[in-house]
């Protein structure tokens, strides 16, 4: 199936593109090279492959979640800019109505 520059300009449209004559020539031989490659892909024989969602098997790693000892406070805030008795002191972000 190939592509035309009419097919580069509609497309082009609707993503609200301006494209020059040099680009839609460009991205014309481009999609076609795309299209040809997936048509040669339809040729191949999948019948005995199971769909898969990713190339390589993945799977999540979880962690123990052990209660361990935490930084005291005075570690935690020593290296704070601002501090407030045991708390890190910011700049309020939000107004007050």
């Known amino acids: 199936m190939p592509i035309t ?3 580069v300009k ?14 839609i020539e460009y991205f014309t031989g481009q ?5 040809n490659y997936v048509d ?8 005995n492959i199971e769909p898969t969602t990713h190339a390589m098997p993945i799977q999540n790693v979880f962690r ?6 935490s930084l005291k406070v005075e570690d935690a805030l020593k290296n704070a800019p601002a501090k407030e008795g045991n708390l890190f002191k910011v700049p309020r972000i939000i107004e007050e109505a």
């Open 5 to 7: 520059e009419n097919d």
């Open 40 to 47: 040669q892909l339809k040729e191949l024989d999948t019948a």
């Open 64 to 69: 123990e979640d052990a209660v361990k000892p």
């Open 31 to 35: 999609l076609s090279s795309i299209i």
């Open 10 to 23: 509609y497309i082009a449209n609707l993503a609200r593109l301006e494209l020059t004559d040099k680009e």
